[in-house]
Nanobody
Framework: QVQLVESGGGLVQAGGSLRLSCAASGRTFSSNAMGWFRQAPGKEREFAAAINRSGARTDYVDSVKGRFTISRDNAKNTVYLQMNSLKPEDTAVYYC?????????????????WGQGTQVTVSS
C-alpha cells in the first residue's frame, strides 16, 4: 500500500505561483512513477503532469507546458508540482497519484494509489 498526502493548495491571483507537495509513505516510493491530475468544477479529471521513477523524464498536458514543473525527491518520498503564471482555468482539485510501474503515463488506469486532493483556486 502507498499513502499519498497532498498539500500546498490555496487561493492565488492570476499570474501567481503555487507549489504543491505530495508526501508518500508505505511502499518504496522510488520504485514508482508519479503523476498529478486535476479536476475542474463540472469537468472530468484530467492528466496534468507525470514523472518517471528517477525523475529524468517528465510529461505535461499541453495547457501547462512551460508553466508547470514536476519534480521529485526520492530521499524525502515527495513529489512536487511547481505552478507558475497561473490562470483562472487552472482552478481545480489537484490529485497526486502513484503509478503501477516505474514508467509514467497520462492515463488514470496506470495509477493504483491516489491522494485526497488539494484545492487550487486562481482568481482573475
Amino acid at each position: 500500500q502507498v499513502q499519498l498526502v497532498e498539500s500546498g493548495g490555496g487561493l492565488v491571483q492570476a499570474g501567481g505561483s503555487l507549489r504543491l507537495s505530495c508526501a508518500a509513505s508505505g511502499r518504496t516510493f522510488s520504485s514508482n512513477a508519479m503523476g498529478w491530475f486535476r479536476q475542474a468544477p463540472g469537468k472530468e479529471r484530467e492528466f496534468a503532469a507525470a514523472i518517471n521513477r528517477s525523475g529524468a523524464r517528465t510529461d505535461y498536458v499541453d495547457s501547462v507546458k512551460g508553466r508547470f514543473t514536476i519534480s521529485r525527491d526520492n530521499a524525502k518520498n515527495t513529489v512536487y508540482l511547481q505552478m507558475n503564471s497561473l490562470k483562472p482555468e487552472d482552478t481545480a482539485v489537484y490529485y497526486c497519484a502513484a503509478a503501477r510501474t516505474s514508467s509514467y503515463s497520462n492515463y488514470e488506469s496506470a495509477y493504483d494509489y491516489w491522494g485526497q486532493g488539494t484545492q487550487v483556486t486562481v482568481s482573475s
